[in-house]
């Protein structure tokens, strides 16, 4: 006579557990969803011999949103996972461990990591079968309180590479832009919601990240001059020598000219004076780029100016300079600036 109550109540129980789970299993039909808005990485214009790596950043913005009242109750958490391929620009669609941007032909060196170290443990990644497979950007968020929605920021960490694919490139006078694409298959957010947080992205909802990274590639030279520094002489009875060093470096098959102006004391190119810094009187010399040469200048009143092409690496020149022989002025220290200027 005391059973019946008793299992009454145990079937009492039968029901919810099973409207428990079946809510639980049907979680991902109701409109909870996840949604991400890219920003494309854009490098800053980079010189083709740039001495150094360059850097870019950029921001993804995930919001996810409870829409029904029971998701905040039986789905709280939300696992998302970034997924990150090669992209169009890239010669293998295998090779993550170096992205590349691409011109056409050409391409150069770059990755996007997830911090600001730089590291290859750190190198955005995740899609099977690519060489940063275990890469991927994993996060969770859980929502109390009620409906609405959870933001989250990922921030992006670009550097191209200054190697010998950008040093190489043949830029011309029009620059290059060099581009990667990212989308459905190459980037894509995968996501879960569950009761615990602990189903991560085994059965996800998939979201392509549309984006894109872009460098624009620009021609450049630069030049790096030594000092002329003369030895001590007693008399200007005969020509004192000396000579420096004189770096040139250009993008690859870019043509370049290199004049020498007047000085601080010079009447002009082919009349270039040293003051002493004491008094105003002057001596005379001359700056050529040969043994005893023509006065290098800007190509006017008899001065010749360097010419050359690029290779992409620092090419070296001697600088060549000379005091004629002239009245001995008052000993001290004679000195000018001259100003290199290399065009392309």
């Known amino acids: 006579m005391m059973a019946a109550p008793w299992r009454r109540c145990a079937a009492g129980l039968v029901a919810p557990l099973l409207l428990l789970l079946l809510l639980l299993c049907c979680g991902q039909a109701r409109a909870d969803s996840c949604a991400i808005t890219p920003a494309n990485v854009t490098f800053p214009s980079v010189s083709s011999i740039s001495p150094g790596p360059v850097y870019a950043s950029s921001s993804f913005k995930i919001t996810c949103t409870w829409t029904d009242i029971l998701g905040t109750l039986l789905t709280p958490n939300v696992t998302i996972c970034l997924n990150l391929g090669a992209g169009s620009g890239n010669a293998t669609t295998t090779n993550t461990t170096m992205r590349q941007l691409s011109s056409g032909a050409l391409r150069v060196n770059y990755n996007l990591y997830t911090d600001a170290t730089y590291t290859a443990a750190k190198i955005w990644g995740g899609v099977g079968g690519t060489t940063t497979s275990g890469n991927g950007i994993v996060l969770t968020m859980n929502k109390s309180g009620g409906l609405g929605s959870l933001d989250r920021i990922v921030d992006i960490y670009g550097k191209l590479e200054a190697d010998t694919a950008l040093s190489g490139l043949s830029v011309g006078p029009d620059n290059l832009n060099f581009v990667s694409n990212f989308g459905a298959g190459s980037a894509v957010m995968n996501y879960?919601?569950?009761?615990?947080?602990?189903?991560?992205?085994?059965?996800?909802?998939?979201?392509?990240?549309?984006?894109?990274?872009?460098?624009?590639?620009?021609?450049?030279?630069?030049?790096?001059?030594?000092?002329?520094?003369?030895?001590?002489?007693?008399?200007?009875?005969?020509?004192?020598?000396?000579?420096?060093?004189?770096?040139?470096?250009?993008?690859?098959?870019?043509?370049?000219?290199?004049?020498?102006?007047?000085?601080?004391?010079?009447?002009?190119?082919?009349?270039?004076?040293?003051?002493?810094?004491?008094?105003?009187?002057?001596?005379?010399?001359?700056?050529?780029?040969?043994?005893?040469?023509?006065?290098?200048?800007?190509?006017?009143?008899?001065?010749?100016?360097?010419?050359?092409?690029?290779?992409?690496?620092?090419?070296?020149?001697?600088?060549?300079?000379?005091v004629p022989a002239q009245t001995t002025p008052s000993p001290g220290d004679y000195k000018d600036t001259v100003t290199a200027t290399v065009s392309f």
């Open 192 to 322: 879960q919601f569950s009761l615990l947080g602990l189903l991560g992205c085994l059965a996800p909802q998939t979201v392509a990240i549309p984006f894109t990274v872009s460098a624009p590639v620009i021609n450049d030279c630069n030049i790096n001059i030594g000092n002329l520094a003369f030895p001590q002489s007693r008399l200007l009875t005969s020509a004192v020598r000396t000579t420096s060093s004189l770096s040139v470096t250009c993008s690859k098959n870019t043509a370049y000219r290199i004049t020498l102006g007047a000085g601080a004391y010079g009447a002009s190119t082919s009349a270039r004076r040293m003051r002493n810094t004491g008094t105003a009187e002057t001596v005379d010399y001359v700056v050529s780029s040969g043994l005893d040469g023509a006065s290098w200048g800007d190509g006017s009143g008899g001065t010749v100016a360097v010419t050359g092409t690029g290779t992409g690496v620092a090419q070296a020149l001697t600088v060549y300079g000379m």
